[in-house]
């Protein structure tokens, strides 16, 4: 199995090097892999924002770079797929590698200038930042940690499904981290707010990065501790409690969502290793 390491580098990419490249919220994929020589795909490729180096596969250095516009339109062209789609439907989707190199295109493409004086960046010389030489100010790829929660009820789970996401799964309560706000509070807000339910003994499980576009998905268990389902219907469709072997529809165990309720499962049904 290859095996992805994130990085930094401020190198321009050689003919040999790979690259991903992206148009918009899909990736452009060759018949075979994920990924190609830049010698192959710079055709494809804008020249500005130029190719951003974003770790390694197998010992060899992986770019990312934004497709031209009418980039399908050329011969030879890869496939475009959906972010989204890779990630939720793909089994062979190097996901780690996916979640790296769009988040770092995000970066490189909404701070080209300075959100203080509004002057071009370029690329700071020792880390992965734009600067701005007039501020004299780094400007770091963002991160947006996001709480993502099962919660207990005896030998059930809560499962919801989205008023805002097309796809009929059931998946987790979950959001964003308010500022000066501990990550537990998040959680109970959150459920709170979302269902007008309280829960208790909250516990941390596993992260995933999520490229949509840059979150960090901190991932718990929590018990039910009282209140009565009331929902937020801009946000929430429907909401219910569910036992292990009688779930509806669920995300993969390619997302975290599809992990924690796995985990939850095993739980419930007293098997050992429960942690997702």
């Known amino acids: 199995m290859a095996i992805w390491t994130p990085g930094w580098s401020n190198k321009a990419p050689q003919e040999h090097d790979l690259v991903l490249t992206i ?20 055709p494809f490729a804008k020249a500005e924002p130029d190719a951003v180096y974003v770790g390694q596969w197998d010992g060899q250095a992986v770019y990312v770079a934004e497709a031209d516009a009418d980039a399908d339109a050329l ?3 890869p496939e475009p797929v959906p972010l989204r789609d890779a990630l939720l439907m793909m089994e062979d989707a190097p996901a780690d590698m996916l979640s790296t190199a769009f988040q770092v295109h995000h970066w490189w493409r909404d701070h080209r200038f300075c959100g203080r004086c509004g002057g071009a960046t370029g690329l700071h010389p020792l880390e992965r930042a734009k600067w701005c030489e007039a501020c004299s100010i780094p400007w770091y790829p963002r991160l947006a940690p996001c709480v993502i929660v099962v919660i207990r009820r005896d030998d059930r789970m809560l499962l919801a499904r989205s008023s805002r996401v097309k796809r009929h799964f059931f998946s987790l309560i979950a959001g964003f981290v308010e500022p000066g706000e501990n990550i537990e509070a998040a959680v109970a807000r959150e459920v709170k707010e979302e269902t007008g339910l309280d829960v208790s003994g909250v516990r941390y499980q596993a992260s995933q990065p999520w490229p949509f576009p840059h979150q960090l998905m901190l991932g718990f268990f929590a018990d039910y501790a009282g209140g009565n389902l009331t929902l937020q219907e801009d946000e929430i469709a429907e909401a219910d409690w569910f036992r292990p072997g009688e779930l509806p529809p669920v995300p993969p165990s390619t997302t975290i969502a599809g992990q924690l309720i796995d985990a939850m499962v095993r739980e419930i049904s007293g098997e050992e290793g429960a942690q997702a």
């Open 23 to 42: 148009a918009g919220d899909a990736v452009l994929k060759p018949d075979i892999g994920w990924l190609n020589q830049w010698r192959a795909v710079s």
């Open 75 to 77: 011969p030879g062209a």
